[in-house]
Every structure is written in C-alpha cells, then in structure tokens.
C-alpha cells in the first residue's frame, strides 16, 4: 500500500480529533465529569487511547476544547437560522439566546465547563475558543461596537457570569431575568431572537449534538486510506490527568513523518 498523503493525514487527523471532542460532550452530559476518564471518551470515540494525550494535555482541556467547539457551533446556527439577517441588533439578541439556551439545555455539561475555569489550568487558548472568540466579535462590530476588540471581553464576561448565575446549585436566577438585564444593556427588545415564550417548556433538552462535530466518514473511504491512527500508538489504559510524555511526543513524531 502507498503511503497517505500529506492531506489525507492531516484529515484523519481532523476527524480523529473531532470525534473525541464529540464523545467528551456526550459522556460529559450524561454521566457527569468525574464518572467520564480517557478511557471512556476514546472508547465512545472509536480511537485509540493515545489519541487523547497526543491531541490533548488532559482531560479539563479536552472538556474545555469541545464545550467551545459546542458554543461556537451553536452560536454559529443561530446566528445563520432563517430568517437571515444582517441587523446588529437581532443578531446580538440570536447570540445571548444561543448561550443561555446552551445553560438551559446542557446544564450538567455547562456547569462542569464554568467549574473547569476556576481550576488552575485556566482558561484554555485553543482552536475552538478562537473561533468562538472571532464570531462574537463579529456579532459585536455588527452591532455597532466602534471598538469591537474592546467590549468584546465585556460581552463574553456577561455572558459567562450569567450562565453561571443560571447554572449555581441552589440559588439559580431564572433564564427569563437574565435575559432581560442583558437585553436592556444592549438595548434589544423583547422579541428580539428566540423569547422564552416561544419555545417548548423547559427548553429542547436535545441529545443528539453530532451535526456539530463534522465527523463523518463513509466505509469505503476508511477501508482505501488504512487505519485511522496517525500515531500507531496504543497504550493499555490513561489516567484522567495523565500529561503529554514521551510516548505521545514519539508519536507525534511520527504522525509528522508520515505527513511529509
């Protein structure tokens, strides 16, 4: 068999990765994340162990990657539903509905996500933050911001201190307030986005997140590219904070060399 090209590599590797951000947040939400290790993600993603550790430090970063990947699709889908629209306003208030309704719908998931900021690793710079970082400064330059890089970390603060209002066990603010002390800051009216009257009672509880992970891959294409592991590697058993070592620094190696 000839070897793969640089491109078809750099594909497996895309879906590789994407599947596990997939199984983090489907595991995450159903079973919470203390009960969810490696071992369980890469198992539910279809891919070796090593991938984890070779894509990600540990399992707080790869929760963190996947919830973003998560919000920033989400807030993507929104912001592009029909009817289309170019007005700032209208699609501010599509942005805060999609983020709360995130809280409302992914509660377990987006409860461990806000807890995993407060750990010492921080907030995690990585593909998927970018990205959601990028559409929400665009959401707020359309809106009229004459300094979008500026009131961008004000927006994303609000949004995040009210998902954590929504989410604190014991004393959580209902979604409807919060709602309407954000649209009052931006100065949007009520029916503006998607109000809360105008969905199902206690929001969509949707399971099913696959259209948000591309990883799609017909049989034949498998079978003609070889395995799916640009590492070859394939240790027993992960720990759940287990660091990038010399095994996945090898592999990374290789995966390079094949590409090349």
């Not at 099913?208 to 049989?219: C, V």
């Amino acid at each position: 068999m000839s070897p793969r090209s640089a491109s078809v590599n750099e594909e497996l590797r895309r879906r590789s990765r994407e599947r596990l951000l997939q199984a983090a947040v489907e595991l995450v939400s159903e079973r919470g994340y203390e009960a969810t290790t490696l071992g369980d993600i890469a198992d539910r993603a279809g891919s070796a162990r090593g991938l984890v550790s070779y894509y990600f430090p540990g399992k707080r970063q790869l929760l963190q990657s996947a919830v973003h990947r998560l919000m920033h699709r989400t807030l993507e889908e929104r912001l592009e539903s029909e009817p289309r629209t170019e007005d700032g306003r209208e699609r501010m208030a599509r942005a805060i509905d999609a983020i709360l309704g995130l809280a409302r719908d992914q509660p377990v998931l987006m409860r461990q996500h806000m807890a995993g900021l407060l750990q010492a690793e921080g907030f995690v710079q990585c593909p998927e933050q970018q990205r959601l970082a990028q559409l929400l400064r665009d959401t707020m330059a359309g809106y009229g911001s004459p300094d979008a890089g500026t009131d961008y970390p004000m927006l994303r603060a609000l949004l995040m201190g009210a998902v954590y209002s929504a989410l604190v066990p014991g004393v959580p603010m209902p979604i409807p307030t919060l709602r309407a002390e954000l649209f009052k800051r931006y100065r949007l009216d009520w029916e503006m986005g998607v109000p809360p009257e105008t969905e199902a009672s206690g929001g969509t509880c949707e399971t099913d997140l696959s259209r948000f992970f591309a990883t799609g891959r017909q049989p034949e294409e498998q079978a003609a590219d070889g395995p799916e592991d640009p590492t070859g590697d394939r240790p027993d058993r992960l720990t759940d904070e287990q660091p990038v070592g010399s095994s996945d620094r090898q592999a990374d190696a290789r995966a390079d060399g094949q590409s090349k």
